[in-house]
């Protein structure tokens, strides 16, 4: 079912909402004037804090299709935008020269026509479908390097892209477009000038746990309140790798898969690998430090019930 555009903030809310995405107003704010102005939505954070998840909820609850270009170092054209089939070229070449038909000017320009061209995530986000213009998401654009950055900036600014043997091919309507980057480097000016920009921080604690009962309702309610008091004591440490929202997630899913209601010592020390990422921080927080924070936490939550109360 195709959903048209929010026409408000609220409306934006409550999209997102409804794809099961706990946003604050700011966030809300920066994606409504995207898409109302049809501007790419740039996105950065720290990983696991929801950046990638809002290209998705958006697919899902406009009922338009998801076109995802995953970045990684040595990225070129012929993985992101497109490139020649090749093998089918030889093959009509190797036709044409069996029925003696070699006129090698004419060969040359069938050969290089949309019907050998093979279209990769850019160049098929520009093709518009019954559900509309798609929603392009170029994930973790950070992982790239400047040459490619410098390639998207026609894409970005004119939603077009260049092909020499062909022309220009334009979007008759322009994608909606997701940019996301884990600040691992500095992504280039002109590329943001291009965009609307948003900071995704981690979540307040209330935010937390809101998006913790709205993704895993099945969690009690002492469970929930712990697991987030816990996370958010562990991002005031000094670890090499905070934990993001998805850590917050996979460990309050882990737990209850071993029947705990409730924190204690023993399942945290068991469970941190749910939670973090990086043996150093394990070892630092496993034990002492871990009971710690739990002293901590259960404080918290019996002063957050007693005044709720």
């Known amino acids: 079912m195709i959903t ?9 809310l409550a999209l997102l909402n409804r794809g099961n995405y706990i946003a604050d107003r700011s966030l809300a704010t920066t994606l409504f004037l995207a898409l109302k102005m049809g501007k790419p ?9 929801g950046k990638t998840e809002i290209a998705k909820v958006l697919s899902t609850t406009l009922g338009r299709r998801l076109v995802r270009l995953q970045c990684y170092e040595g990225l070129d ?5 497109y490139e020649w089939n090749y093998s089918r070229q030889m093959i ?7 029925a003696g038909d070699i006129d090698r000017e004419h060969l040359s320009t069938d050969v290089f026509s949309k019907e050998f061209l093979i279209e990769r995530p850019l160049l098929q986000a520009l093709r518009s ?8 998401l170029i994930d973790e654009l950070d992982r790239t390097d400047e040459p490619f950055e410098a390639y998207l900036l026609e894409i970005l600014s004119d939603f077009q892209i260049s092909i020499p043997e062909i022309g220009t091919i334009k979007a008759q309507t322009p994608p909606i477009v997701i940019i996301t980057s884990n600040r691992t480097r500095e992504i280039h ?17 209330e935010r937390e746990l809101q998006i913790l009962t709205t993704k895993l309702p099945h969690i009690g309610a002492q469970l929930s309140a712990q697991v987030v008091a816990f996370v958010q004591g562990l991002r005031k440490q000094d ?9 917050t997630l996979d460990w309050a899913d882990a ?16 469970t941190l690998g749910a939670l973090l990422k990086y043996q150093d921080d394990i070892a630092k927080i496993r034990g002492s430090e871990a009971a710690k924070l739990l002293e901590q936490v259960k404080s918290e939550v019996i002063q957050l019930e007693a005044s709720s109360g």
Do not use: M, N
């Not at 939505?41 to 804090?49: I, K, N, S, T």
């Open 41 to 49: 939505l740039f996105l950065e954070g720290e990983a696991g804090v």
């Open 239 to 247: 670890l090499f790798k905070l934990p993001g929202v998805a850590e």
């Open 4 to 12: 048209s555009l929010p026409d408000s903030i609220e409306d934006t």
């Open 189 to 205: 000016d002109a590329l943001k000038r291009r965009c609307l920009y948003h900071w995704v921080d981690y979540p307040s604690a």
């Open 92 to 98: 009509e070449i190797r036709l044409a020269e069996a």
């Open 129 to 136: 479908d019954d559900q509309g213009a798609p929603v392009l």
């Open 255 to 270: 737990l209850t898969q071993l029947d705990k209601i409730a924190l204690d010592g023993d399942a945290i020390d068991s």
């Open 77 to 81: 054209v012929s993985s992101a935008v």
